[in-house]
C-alpha cells in the first residue's frame, strides 16, 4: 500500500501562488508515477500535472500548462505542485495521487492510490 498525504492548499487572491506537496510513505515510492489531480463542485476529477517514476515525462493539462510545475524528490518521497499566476478557475480540492503504471495517467481510473485532497480556493 502506498499513504498519500497533501498539504498547502487555502485561499489566494487571483494571480498569486500556492505550492502543494504530497508525502508518501509505504511501498516503494521511486517506481511509481506521481500526479496531481483535481475536482471543482460538480465536475469530474481532472489531471493536472503528472510524471513518470523517473522524471523523464511530464504532463500538464493545457489548462495549466505555462502556470504549473510539478517536482519530485525520491529520496524525500515527496511530490509538488507548485502553482503560479493562479486563476478563479483554478479554485477546487487537488488530489495527489501515485500509480505503478504510466499507461493510463490520463484519467482517475488508472492511478491506483489517492490522498485525501487539499482545497485549494481562488478569488476574485
Known amino acids: 500500500q502506498v499513504q498519500l498525504v497533501e498539504s498547502g492548499g487555502g485561499l489566494v487572491q487571483a494571480g498569486g501562488s500556492l505550492r502543494l506537496s504530497c508525502a508518501a510513505s509505504?511501498?516503494?515510492?521511486?517506481?511509481?508515477?506521481m500526479g496531481w489531480f483535481r475536482q471543482a463542485p460538480g465536475k469530474h476529477r481532472e489531471i493536472v500535472a503528472a510524471?513518470?517514476?523517473?522524471?523523464?515525462?511530464?504532463y500538464y493539462s493545457d489548462s495549466v500548462k505555462g502556470r504549473f510545475t510539478i517536482s519530485r524528490d525520491n529520496a524525500k518521497n515527496t511530490v509538488n505542485l507548485l502553482m503560479n499566476s493562479l486563476k478563479p478557475e483554478d479554485t477546487a480540492i487537488y488530489y495527489c495521487a501515485a500509480s505503478g503504471g504510466w499507461e493510463k495517467f490520463s484519467t482517475a481510473d488508472g492511478w491506483a492510490y489517492w490522498g485525501r485532497g487539499t482545497q485549494v480556493t481562488v478569488s476574485s
Open positions: 510524471t513518470r517514476w523517473d522524471g523523464s515525462i511530464t
Open positions: 509505504g511501498r516503494i515510492f521511486s517506481g511509481f508515477a
